[in-house]
């Protein structure tokens, strides 16, 4: 018998393979929502197999292998569908030679492109390339969309279903139409990799696969459309950022800020790399929101110690950021920055035109409160991060916020 596998490895071989195997099978039988079920039927069944007797030689042959029984059985059952399913049922399965590690022309880009089937709506689109490709739940999904979790499920079965029924073959998008869906597919591995980097919902603060995986997806893409600017952006974007991991946990895994984090512990060679990629995006020209998240990031990476940030540079580009991809969350960080470079009224000031749009988001009021808290409104302060630490779904962010609360109630 194999050596048993920690289940954390499971899971990082499923997460690698499941895109790959239902592109293969999506490529084979032609019907993505099928495919779709079976891959996940399959990755049950590996995930209560895998542990205990180990991962086969090829995990992505081996779900193709599975989901391709499933798909069979499934159409034998389907009598509308008989003559299809008895001549898929009669041939044997053919063996699949193992599969390389993901380049630019893994089927897994593919798979994203066709996930951002024009016939979707934007969200749509993301929301399904989350769901086939990052391997997000429906409920991970769903907060980052801050819809319900019903509404959200009923969408991605809709969007499985419009993919299904178009005729549009399994293929890179002509020209004409990669560059609007390649924006969808950006937007949709930015999400994934929010979510691993501070997770809305549990106990950890961070998922370090979903980041990690994210920033896997972001290569293959930059590998394949390498002339693409805002795909270098995007990258050293999470680069950059997740260089702050290290430091943003403390001993008992609680949430360490921005301003008090160790920066001796971030991770200077992925820095190094991002600023990098970031110059050779920014040398191309045309300057997009990704590119311009990143330079933000990278001023932040420059600064040895918070004090020496520069708060004014910052402001500036969340300034040109706000015109380029105008957001809520990007004026939240905009009045965040303000509130640093010229003081926590100034912050205050742009928050209150915020409060329609995202009332109901923690991050406000968590801003509000550190903004009154350094104003001196200590009554303020308390009612916003009590505010703050009910809306969030997050154990850590949680625990940080309340303690914030009760020092200040301590005086």
């Keep these: ?20 195997a239902l592109a293969a099978l999506v490529r084979r039988f032609g019907d993505f929502a099928d495919a779709d079920d079976a891959v996940q039927e399959a990755m049950i069944e590996a995930a209560r197999q895998w542990p205990a007797e180990g991962p086969p030689e090829n995990p992505t042959g081996w779900l193709v ?20 399913e008895q001549a898929v049922a009669a041939e044997p399965v053919p063996p699949l030679p193992p599969l390389p590690a993901a380049e630019p022309g893994d089927d897994t880009l593919l798979l994203m492109f066709m996930c ?9 689109a993301v929301a399904l390339t989350l769901r086939a490709v990052g391997g ?20 991605i079965s809709r969007a ?13 998008p002509a020209a004409s139409e990669r560059a609007e869906r390649l924006r969808a597919v950006l937007r949709a591995i930015y999400l994934i990799f929010n979510e691993g ?6 106990a950890d603060l961070a998922r370090v696969d979903l980041s990690a995986e994210a920033i896997r997806l972001a290569r293959i893409v930059r590998l394949a459309l ?34 008090e984090q160790d920066r001796e512990l971030w991770d200077r060679q992925l820095i190094e790399e991002g600023r990098t990629i970031l110059a050779t995006a920014l040398a191309r020209g045309a300057v997009g929101e990704y590119q311009l998240q990143a330079a933000i990031a990278a001023e932040h990476a420059k600064a040895r110690r918070a004090e020496e940030t520069d708060w004014r540079e910052i402001l500036a580009l969340y300034g040109l950021l706000e015109k380029v991809a105008p957001s809520p969350p990007v004026a939240l960080n905009r009045a965040i920055a303000a509130a640093m470079a ?19 988001n923690h991050r406000l009021h968590s801003a509000r409160a550190h903004l009154l808290e350094r104003t001196g409104d200590v009554d303020g302060a308390v009612r916003e991060y009590e505010r703050a630490a009910a809306l969030t779904r997050s154990l850590p962010e949680r625990d940080y916020l309340t303690k914030r609360a009760a020092r200040l109630r301590r005086g």
């Design 1 to 20: 018998m194999a050596p048993a596998v920690r289940p954390g490895r499971v899971e990082d071989l499923l997460r690698e393979a499941a895109p790959r």
């Design 65 to 84: 292998h599975v989901a391709s029984r499933r798909m069979t059985d499934r159409a034998r059952s389907e009598a509308a569908r008989r003559a299809r």
């Design 116 to 124: 951002c089937h024009p016939a979707l709506s934007p969200a749509s």
């Design 136 to 155: 997000l739940t429906t409920a991970e999904i769903a907060t980052a969309f801050l819809v319900p979790e019903a509404t959200m499920a009923q969408r």
């Design 160 to 172: 499985k279903k419009t993919v299904q029924e178009s005729p549009e073959p399994f293929r890179m």
């Design 197 to 202: 980097y501070a997770a809305s919902a549990g």
């Design 226 to 259: 390498p002339r693409e600017p805002e795909t270098a952006g995007l990258l050293a974007l999470m680069l950059l950022t997740d260089a702050r991991r290290p430091a943003r946990t403390g001993e008992r895994g609680e949430l360490v800020p921005l301003e």
């Design 342 to 360: 010229e003081g926590p009224e100034a912050g205050l000031a742009q928050l209150a035109e915020l409060g329609e749009e995202l009332e109901g």
